[in-house]
């Protein structure tokens, strides 16, 4: 929260503007513009498509502002098989990294990108990477997912290893999410739509395999 503070003069008119935030020993509370839009649906052949992947565009060509020049990427960093595959998420990307229905926003004539909680410093595939991992658990095949990816100018420009890296990291950091929190039925989907779209790319990673794959653990 206290990062989203700080952002958001930088990631408007994409994000509403903050107008007011608060805070006590347990809560920040935030008040932003009002923006008339509702979730994006991501399902297959959703018309919403083609506006989120514009959106993710226009993520893609925001600055990376000063501020943030610190705020490396390392989140998925513990999933990897060593220090070269982590090496492959670093960038100078301005990431959201928290992709998912509920944070972009559909209006008739425009569209957002809301709650920028978690924005990080990394390479700039990461976030159509994690569009991939959603469309899949709404529905879609992991090729018609990465089809749409390829709409991301960013996308283009990622080396295929450092996309099999972050989908094997996915796919394990979600599974040991699952393993922990196995209540919340939504992380065991997103942990089989990640392995689904591993699998796609050949790489052989999930549930059985995670006290081998994780490193350090």
Request: aromatic share 10%; proline share 6%; hydrophobic share 45%.
């Amino acid at each position: 929260m206290i990062r989203e503070r700080v952002i958001n003069s930088f990631v408007r008119p994409i994000s509403p503007d903050l107008r007011w935030q608060t805070e006590d020993d347990e809560w920040i509370v935030s008040g932003f513009d009002f923006v008339d839009g509702r979730r994006a649906n991501f399902k297959p052949g959703s018309p919403d498509l083609p506006v989120i992947i514009e959106l993710l565009n226009r993520m893609g060509e925001l600055r990376l502002p000063e501020v943030a020049h610190d705020w490396t990427e390392e989140r998925w960093d513990s999933y990897t098989a060593d220090e070269t595959e982590a090496a492959l998420f670093r960038g100078d990307a301005l990431l959201h990294t928290d992709i998912n229905p509920s944070n972009l926003l559909i209006g008739e004539r425009d569209a957002w990108a809301v709650d920028w909680s978690w924005p990080t410093r990394g390479a700039a595939f990461i976030d159509p990477g994690m569009l991939v991992v959603q469309l899949v658990s709404s529905g879609h095949s992991p090729e018609s997912a990465e089809s749409w990816a390829a709409g991301c100018k960013v996308w283009e420009d990622a080396a295929p290893e450092a996309i099999d890296a972050f989908a094997a990291a996915t796919t394990r950091m979600y599974w040991s999410f699952a393993k922990w929190r196995p209540e919340e039925s939504w992380l065991k989907a997103v942990a089989e739509a990640a392995e689904a779209w591993a699998n796609h790319r050949g790489l052989i990673v999930g549930p059985g395999l995670m006290d081998q794959s994780l490193r350090g653990a």
